[in-house]
């Protein structure tokens, strides 16, 4: 075999070689493409045709915590109203940074709303002292009288949430690499929208939803915002 024969092989195999990795890429974009498609269909195809009242738990149990004031509340105190109920702890990367400004917005959006009211339960009520959620909740631009920022007795706050207000489980993270990029706690980051009669009618996993598409984001707002208000109108 002549050099210039080896070399025209040589140039031909790395040809066959891209060909072969943009291939490859392309077939993964467009396998993307189509879970994310599939995700967004699933979602709407669940959606469409809903009862436009939907009852997807009702709290039988109540709940006493401490609020950002030092003050106890109950949960049995906002049976007469629209809710907003989120899980949190303070170092949580993905509270503040991901859901935070979601949250941020539906707040401004039904603050003025005297049926309204926002409460995020810490999962880390040990660390969550009073002193850290008043700081937390004065960085989101939280009234006291609209936003609870919940600790108490870290059982029955998990035990609650999970029985309860049907969160899924916490779980406490391990690995150190996890823990600094992610947070001590793996948690639902689930928003979920409680009417009067402390009925859950909608909970949406906007950090999912995020990693999925800017549509499966969009289309998740929409419908906590029309749960909220279709509860309003009740």
Sequence with gaps: MTDKTKIILMYAGTAVLAVALIGTFTWLRVAQENREKSAIEKRLAIDVGRAEKVEMARLEKDLTATNQAGEEVSISQLKDK??????????????????????????????????????????????????????YAVNLGADI?????????????????????????VRERTNED??????????????????????MREKKDLLWAREQSPELYEHFEQQLTSAIDKALAE
């Design 145 to 169: 009288s609209n936003w609870w920022f919940l600790t108490g007795d870290r059982e029955t706050l998990h035990h609650y949430m999970e029985e309860e207000m049907k969160f899924l489980s």
């Design 82 to 135: 629209v809710w907003v109920a989120t899980q949190f702890f303070a170092e949580c990367p993905n509270c503040a940074a991901r859901n935070g400004d979601h949250l941020v917005d539906l707040y401004k959006k039904y603050q003025d709303n005297p049926d309204f009211q926002m409460v995020c339960v810490s999962v880390d009520p040990e660390t969550d002292d009073v002193e850290r959620l008043q700081e």
């Design 178 to 199: 996890d823990i600094a990029r992610e947070g001590r706690f793996a948690h639902d980051m689930g928003v979920a929208v409680f009417g009067k009669g402390l009925v």
